[in-house]
Nanobody, 127 residues
């Protein structure tokens, strides 16, 4: 079981930047973040949760939703069991609750239904 805790959300003006962090509580070797591809998702009121970005276990491979390409950067620090999302050039449409997540298997994509471990979410508001 992987426990995830996000932080770093807040309110920012359009064009600004925020950096989200996610830390995994490691209870045993199996729950270590290094075993999992990791992803960031977001959900706005009235909309379905959508994949934003994902990073492979060693951080060598990343993928982004078209809406954030060139503005967001996903990264990880396995030594710290941490995942990050640097968000630049923020737009009002980026306003959402952002979640970090890990899949239950070796899956490494952006399909929300294949992720089984979720943080509680952190709110990002862009005005």
């Amino acid at each position: 079981h992987v426990q995830l805790v996000e932080s770093g959300g807040g309110s920012v003006q359009a064009g600004g930047s925020l950096r989200l962090s996610c830390v995994a509580a490691e209870s045993n070797a199996k729950s270590s973040m290094i075993n999992y591809c990791m992803g960031w998702f977001r959900q706005s009121p009235g909309k379905e949760r959508e994949g934003v970005a994902r990073v492979s276990t060693q951080g060598r491979s990343t993928d982004y939703a078209d809406s954030v390409k060139g503005r967001f950067i996903i990264s990880r620090d396995n030594a710290k069991n941490a995942l990050y999302l640097q968000m630049n050039s923020l737009k009002p449409e980026d306003t959402a609750t952002y979640y970090c997540a890990a899949p239950r298997s070796s899956y490494c994509g952006l399909k929300e239904g294949l992720y089984g471990y979720w943080g509680q979410g952190t709110q990002v508001t862009v005005s």
